[in-house]
């Protein structure tokens, strides 16, 4: 069994900045453990642009982003082992993992960052009649195929779910010559970016059916077509309302849901909420020793965002290598009216510094105020012309906020009358 | 006469609703920005469209590379810049923003993006 300060579970962007932090922050024997055979994770199959525009103030396509990363790690020469795959972890730090060199080995471990991603949600999941014929895929299945592998997948599409990838592979179909004949999103609003409504739907006049689902997929061997229906505000599709497209393709862009199979195994409580780790501000989970950030945490719109929470996992995971963990003094945080969930669910008045709480609200909002209170206190308020679900909420409360806190801290949304 | 028009800026991901009153097809006023960049995103948007255009070629060797024009191309002219693109096929190895067609369109030049 081999020994390492820090072991880091995944060398997507979340696993590479966070070992980038811990190593700048003094802990140098660094592990990342990377299931593909090349480090960059989702990104290297994001080949549009918009990453990076908060960190780094310009526009650049996902494998540009993730190579920013890549560099850095490089340079510090921390040690990656790809192509392999943990098979489980335990709270004692204690690693298994597999590769085809090493085969089955083990790890110890004096800290560990989660950074496992997320994975799509599936057809299944959303149980839609009709047949199980060839031509069905989830979205990010489909951009890796088109982008990866260089296939065009079908000539005829129609996209369930307008999040952010569907609305990207809507396009990146178009572009490769499909014919996308509809986005149906179940919800009043879309999920993703309204950048991405414009320039991806409204550029190649793509129409986007809000209040729609697939209600059935017809097919032998390969996808004939689906059928489409508007749905009443409890989700349920109303009769008469059916469209056809005839298609030869579906895609699946409904959501995004944390791997947290790990985590689970290693008896880390998870927040029902975000299906990701409780966590303190520090990224630390209730087992102490043991940090999570990334979409394994939370899902995020924004690499940006992911960076910027890897590297407070990655001095996290730095500090308790170097220092040991301390005494706690935890507040909790919940999510208040018109929010739907509010991470750190933590924070430990210990820990100096101020506390970024990042949360999503549950509908489409304009002109409101969303605001941290704890008992009668107002701890910080920020005015907001519209907010909406697809796009995460921050609210940053100072340190001496922090401090004089007792009660646990409700964040809500305020609609002006 | 002056037309109004409203807008989603694209520019980053706030996305913010800009309002335009154009006259004689030029911008006299643009609101609802919160950067200049939207202000001339604004500014053109009423004018000529234009967008970044990102995709793949296939190398010699059979890889997908990463690709996008280095600057903002012609809406109008995405899907003729696609059919170039894909008759280019370059021999590795390539590094990101090596030129792979100059002056592809508008005088953007196709670059490796990954």
Redesign the interface.
């Known amino acids: 069994m081999r020994n390492c300060d820090i072991v880091i579970i995944g060398g997507g962007p979340a696993g590479l900045a966070a070992a980038i932090a811990a190593y700048d922050n003094g802990v140098k024997n660094i592990l990342i453990l990377e299931r593909e055979e090349r480090t960059g994770g989702i990104l290297n199959q994001c080949i549009h642009n918009g990453f990076g525009l908060t960190r780094f103030k310009e526009s650049l396509s996902g494998p540009e982003y993730a190579a920013r990363f890549i560099e850095e790690a490089k340079k510090r020469n921390i040690e990656t082992l790809v192509g392999t795959t943990v098979l489980s972890l335990s709270k004692d730090k204690t690693i298994t993992a597999i590769n085809s060199t090493d085969g089955v080995f083990t790890v110890k471990a004096k800290a560990v960052v989660l950074a496992m991603g997320c994975r799509e949600r599936s057809r299944g999941a959303l149980n839609i009649a009709g047949t199980r014929p060839a031509g069905i895929y989830s979205a990010g299945t489909a951009q890796k195929y088109v982008n990866i592998k260089g296939y065009l997948l079908g000539k005829e599409v129609v996209i369930l779910g307008s999040g952010d990838i569907g609305l990207i592979m809507a396009r990146r179909m178009t572009l490769e010559g499909a014919k996308v004949h509809a986005v149906c999103e179940i919800m009043p609003y879309s999920s993703g970016l309204k950048r991405n409504i414009v320039q991806c739907l409204d550029d190649f006049g793509i129409p986007l059916y809000l209040n729609h689902t697939i209600t059935r997929i017809d097919g032998d061997n390969r996808v004939s077509g689906v059928e489409i229906s508007r749905v009443d505000e409890n989700k349920k599709p109303i009769a008469g309302t059916q469209k056809y497209f005839h298609c030869d393709t579906v895609l699946f862009s409904v959501g995004l849901i944390p791997e947290n199979e790990l985590t689970k195994g290693a008896d880390i409580p998870l927040s029902p909420r975000t299906r990701g780790a409780v966590v303190y501000q520090n990224r630390e989970t209730l087992i102490g020793g043991i940090f999570a950030c990334g979409n394994v945490l939370q899902v995020h719109d924004l690499v940006d965002f992911v960076s910027e929470e890897a590297e407070i996992a990655g001095r996290g995971a730095a500090d308790y290598v170097l220092c040991g963990s301390g005494e706690k003094s935890p507040i909790d945080t919940t999510n208040g009216r018109n929010v739907s969930y509010v991470l750190p669910q933590k924070i430990d008045k210990n820990v100096a510094g101020d506390v970024k709480l990042f949360f999503r609200v549950s509908n489409t909002f304009r002109n409101c105020t969303v605001k941290a209170v704890s008992g009668e206190k107002t701890l910080a308020t920020r005015k907001k012309k519209i907010a909406a679900p697809g796009e995460m909420e921050t609210l940053t409360l100072g340190s001496n906020v922090v401090e004089s806190v007792s009660e646990p801290i409700t964040v809500l949304l305020e609609e002006e009358n | 006469m002056k037309e109004k028009r409203s ?7 706030i ?1 913010c ?1 800009i309002e335009v009153e154009v006259e004689n097809g030029v911008a006299v006023s643009v609101k609802g920005n919160s950067c200049p960049r939207g202000k001339l995103y604004a500014e053109n948007e009423v004018v000529c ?1 234009k ?6 070629v ?1 190398a010699k060797s059979g890889e ?1 590379i ?1 690709v ?1 024009t280095s600057a903002p191309v012609k ?1 109008t002219e ?2 003729n810049i ?1 059919k170039e693109i894909k008759a280019v096929h370059p021999e590795l190895p390539l590094k ?1 923003g090596d030129i792979l067609v100059k002056d592809i369109s508008d005088g953007a030049n196709l670059v490796v ?2």
């Open positions: 807008l989603t800026c694209v520019e980053c991901p996305g609703s469209p967008r970044v255009l990102t995709s793949t296939r997908m990463p996008k809406k995405l899907m696609m990101i993006s990954g």
